[in-house]
């Protein structure tokens, strides 16, 4: 079992940055792969990015492209979501999952991840 817990969020204006860390419990983190999802106020929770266990593999919504990038710490049991030239369409809540994997293959629904953050809040202002 893992347990992820979501920080870094906050109020930034747009073209701002922002780094997120999502730090992980247990022994077997390099065995899950992680992902960030975003929800914002009346619609669904929405994919943002996800890395392979070993980090070799990433995924990005469209939406992020070339703005976002996730990184990992196995050593230090840490996701990383550097987010530069933020939009106020950035602004959600943004939680952090683990799914256990056997291979190196992502994941970008939410059905794919067990594990999940309470979340950390991201405003962007205009």
């Known amino acids: 079992q893992v347990q992820v817990v979501e920080s870094g969020g906050g109020l930034v204006q747009a073209g701002g940055s922002l780094r997120l860390s999502c730090a992980a419990s247990?022994?077997?983190?390099?065995?899950?792969?992680l992902a960030w999802f975003r929800q914002a106020p009346g619609k669904e929770r929405e994919f943002v990015s996800a890395?392979?266990?070993?980090?070799?593999?990433?995924s990005y919504a469209d939406s992020v492209k070339g703005r976002f990038t996730i990184s990992r710490d196995n050593v230090k049991n840490t996701v990383y979501l550097q987010m530069n030239s933020l939009k106020p369409e950035d602004t959600a809540v943004y939680y952090c999952?683990?799914?256990?994997?056997?291979?190196?293959?992502?994941?970008?629904?939410?059905?794919?991840?067990?594990?999940w953050g309470q979340g950390t809040q991201v405003t962007v202002s205009s």
């Open positions: 247990g022994r077997t983190f390099s065995s899950y792969a």
């Open positions: 999952a683990a799914g256990y994997r056997q291979t190196n293959y992502v994941g970008v629904i939410v059905a794919e991840y067990r594990y």
């Open positions: 890395i392979s266990r070993s980090g070799g593999s990433t």
